[in-house]
């Protein structure tokens, strides 16, 4: 009795098996078919997301994930060129947007493969050697910092900034005296304290300014002792066109970023871009 009993349970587990088999078979195949449709239609990121799904859901059943593993390859070339279509597309967009705020700015290719850097025009040297001010930086792919610029004839040392308006303020980071980032020069009586604050260690005063640039924005210089400066209207014109600029050239530089890696891919599989 007890092995009738024992026999009759691996029966019912494999008719059970073997309903779960037929089930999940069933779902692959109305899953196939569905990729059939989206490549008719063109489609080829969707199905091999798709195609990609299928191979996690049915990581058990070896037929399933070889014939989606097939047709995955079968397609590679599509999606990718698909892929890179749809990128182009969208660089060409962000170009146009990107060009009329590059006006205001100078750029400087990049030396050995780094990136060149944009600087506003209203922030050169030759314009703001003498003065005290937050001048905005940024590269072509959309890192973006900012530098505090003291000068004066005596040393305050300043190791962060304070910015505020008349309801809120933001505080950086403090980066100390000897830091790379934080750098003193004298020319007979006159000096200059610059610090780059970058990395986020700005603690979003980029941002601050940009959202607030119409209203009256101070600055303190913290130190061994404090310089305040209300900053000027062209200033904080161009930290705002440059954290809007950072924003473009970030999205631009994702973008090429896909388009290279799928580019490379069609390399793999022999095919020329």
Not at 69 to 81: E, F, L, N, P, Q
Request: aromatic fraction near 12%; include cysteine; proline fraction near 2%.
């Amino acid at each position: 009795m007890k092995h009738a009993f024992t026999g009759f349970s691996i029966l019912l587990i494999w008719l059970v098996s073997a309903s779960c088999r037929s089930g999940a078979s069933q779902k692959a195949e109305g899953d196939f078919q569905r990729v059939g449709l989206l490549l008719e239609n063109h489609e080829y990121t969707t199905a091999m997301e798709l195609l990609d799904s299928m191979i996690v859901w049915n990581a058990n059943d070896f037929r399933i994930v070889g014939q989606a593993m097939r047709k995955r390859d079968s397609i590679a070339t599509g999606y990718h060129r698909q892929v890179i279509a749809a990128s182009e597309e969208l660089e060409a967009g962000v170009d146009a947007r990107i060009r009329p705020l590059t006006r205001n700015f100078l750029f400087t290719p990049g030396e050995a493969g780094l990136p060149g850097f944009y600087e506003h025009k209203n922030q050169t040297v030759n314009n703001s050697w003498n003065r005290i001010f937050l001048k905005i930086n940024l590269n072509e792919k959309g890192e973006i910092w900012l530098t505090s610029h003291y000068y004066g004839k005596a040393w305050i040392d300043h190791v962060s900034i304070r910015v505020y308006n008349r309801d809120s303020y933001v505080v950086s980071d403090t980066i100390p005296l000897g830091d790379p980032w934080n750098r003193k020069v004298e020319d007979m009586e006159d000096k200059w304290e610059t610090i780059d604050f970058r990395e986020g260690t700005d603690a979003g005063i980029i941002s601050f300014i940009a959202d607030n640039y119409l209203e009256s924005i101070k600055v303190r210089f913290n130190g061994k002792s404090f310089q305040y400066i209300v900053l000027e209207n062209f200033d904080k014109e161009a930290i705002r066109e440059g954290w809007e600029l950072s924003q473009l050239l970030k999205e631009r530089h994702g973008i090429r970023q896909t388009i290279d890696y799928h580019r490379k891919e069609l390399k793999k599989l022999g095919v020329l871009t």
